[in-house]
């Protein structure tokens, strides 16, 4: 299945490498459509995403999820 199909269909998988000032939102963002990783090696950005936060700047794991 080629890309253009995979996205339109809505079958693609997004990943995001860093997820700091940029990559956060550009997750989030994507993860309201698509399948969606998030990847960065600094676990404090990793751990933050499993904390409940009231900021809507950031992405949580159920947002990564759906």
């Known amino acids: ?8 269909e809505r079958k693609a998988v997004v990943c995001v490498v860093g997820l700091g000032y940029v990559g956060k939102p550009l997750a989030r963002y994507f993860s309201e459509e698509l ?7 600094d676990e404090s950005k990793v751990e933050e995403l499993g904390e409940e936060n009231d900021n809507p700047d950031l992405i949580t794991l159920q947002t990564l999820r759906r």
């Not at 299945?1 to 339109?8: E, F, G, P, S, T």
């Not at 399948?35 to 090696?41: L, N, R, V």
């Open 35 to 41: 399948k969606t990783i998030g990847f960065d090696i």
């Open 1 to 8: 299945m080629d890309l253009k199909r995979k996205l339109n």
